[in-house]
């Protein structure tokens, strides 16, 4: 009996799961594309800022703080 209750249990937190969830209007394809870039440039400058944080060459520091800025504009382009 016990195992007839739990399982009601999870159906019904099942439930409640699916009603709380809002639907999400559709993307267009430009939307996408933006987003993806958005994204990318991300996660781009993550890595350069990583890597920058690691770099102990004075001219690979200098190409990270030059990528890392042009990353920046990208963003700051996107909006």
Known sequence: ??????????????DE???KKTV???M???QRSKLERRRSL?????????????ASSPHHRRMLEQARHALEQQ????G
Do not use: F, H, N, Y
Not at 1 to 14: H, Y
Not at 75 to 78: F, N, Q, R, T, V
């Open 1 to 14: 009996m016990a195992r007839g209750w739990e399982s009601k249990s999870i159906e019904a937190q099942q």
């Open 17 to 19: 799961a699916a009603r």
């Open 24 to 26: 999400k209007p559709a």
């Open 28 to 30: 267009t394809a430009d």
């Open 42 to 54: 991300e996660l781009a400058l993550a890595r350069a800022v990583d890597d920058l944080s690691r």
């Open 75 to 78: 963003l700051a382009e996107l």
